[in-house]
């Protein structure tokens, strides 16, 4: 069989002739031959798999230059690159669902007036521990705010946890709008306070913190979080950690080189990849959740989690139902495993309005 015409080429590979020419001067997919002449493309018929392969990645909405990417790798290697950008785009769609559901939730609360469904009940609690010269932990709670805070950097320093959730306590007073949006605008008022502090202060170089907060609309919650401090969903007598840390051992867990039993344990577990107020844009994880009557929110400094392993929180969140007694209870417990760091920890139920 010889070269093909572009148009032939076309419907034998289901491109168009505008995308193959497109993908000629992006250097996915040369022709065999351009005539000289006529500048009319010719293509082999053993290029054919090669264009049916750009057109299902087209498809499935892969960029244009991943495509090329895909197409100059090795069958194994290519369908791993193929499984990569899907599960990529999955975890994307799953946060944006929350997104949508909570735009459509707020929007038509806009047109009906809807009042919220429910309330939290929730109490805060936060300790040196037995190790530490000072507690570097800040936490807030509230109707409408929970947030906890890890400060770092020169010993003694307890000012950027104070200054992040400073910087977050007047969206208490009522937001106009869209709850995620004053969060965001909030955690990036706090990014912006935290940066000025460290920068302004020489004693103050190298600190920051961590920000795991949640602000409440009634019947959704938004999440905003950067660094290991940790938020936790008590669901149905399962608790389910709904952060993911931002730590050098995470993204090794994350990346296979290390099991989560190894991560528990490592020396280097504390290193943060991100803080809330490094580069100039604050890289917070970002999310909308649906509430149920009956969750609990345990927000919490590492100084809890990395001390008391996940099924001794969830037996102390099971048994205790006033929040004031889970709290007690919780950095008690880190106390009694050596309080090496500060803890901090609030706890919130969901309950009817
Ligand atoms: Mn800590």
């Not at 018929?45 to 264009?51: G, I, K, S, T, V």
């Not at 905003?224 to 993204?251: A, E, K, N």
């Not at 280097?268 to 991100?274: C, D, G, K, N, T």
């Not at 417990?333 to 901090?344: C, H, K, Q, R, S």
Request: hydrophobic share 45%; net charge negative; charged share 25%.
């Amino acid at each position: 069989m010889g070269l093909l015409t572009i148009g032939a080429f076309a419907r034998a590979s289901g491109l168009s002739p505008k995308a193959l020419r497109l993908y000629d001067e992006l250097d996915l997919l040369r022709p065999a031959f351009v005539d000289p002449v006529s500048c009319y493309r010719l293509y082999g018929p053993d290029q054919l798999e090669r264009a049916r392969l750009v057109a299902w990645l087209r498809r499935i909405g892969m960029p244009l230059a991943r495509i090329r990417t895909v197409c100059g790798l090795p069958p194994a290697a290519a369908a791993d690159e193929v499984a990569a950008y899907w599960d990529q785009v999955e975890t994307d769609t799953d946060a944006r669902r929350g997104l949508a559901a909570f735009l459509v939730d707020e929007l038509r609360r806009k047109d009906t007036g809807m009042t919220p469904t429910f309330a939290l009940r929730y109490a805060v609690r936060s300790d040196r521990g037995l190790v530490r010269e000072s507690n570097q932990d800040r936490a807030h709670a509230g109707p409408r705010l929970l947030a906890v805070a890890d400060g770092f950097g020169a010993s003694g320093a307890q000012a950027p946890a104070a200054a992040a959730i400073e910087a977050l306590r007047h969206l208490e007073d009522g937001t106009h709008g869209s709850v995620l949006g004053a969060l965001q605008d909030a955690v990036r008022g706090a990014g912006d306070a935290v940066r000025e502090l460290v920068t302004s202060d020489p004693a103050m170089a190298g600190g920051g913190t961590t920000l795991t907060a949640v602000l409440w609309s009634g019947s959704r919650l938004a999440l905003v979080h950067v660094g290991d401090s940790r938020c936790y969903l008590l669901r149905d007598g399962g608790l389910f950690q709904i952060t993911h840390d931002h730590t050098v051992v995470q993204s090794l867990v994350d990346e296979g080189r290390l099991t989560l039993d190894e991560a528990a344990s490592h020396p280097e577990r504390a290193i943060l990849v991100r803080a809330l107020h490094d580069g100039p844009e604050v890289r917070a994880d970002v999310e909308v959740r649906e509430v149920r009557a009956g969750d609990r929110y345990l927000l919490c400094s590492d100084g809890l989690h990395s001390v008391v392993p996940q099924a001794r929180l969830r037996s102390v969140l099971v048994d205790e139902a006033d929040p004031e007694a889970a709290v007690l209870a919780l950095v008690g417990l880190a106390i009694e495993g050596g309080g090496p760091d500060n803890v901090t920890c609030v706890v919130a139920d969901v309950v009817p309005a």
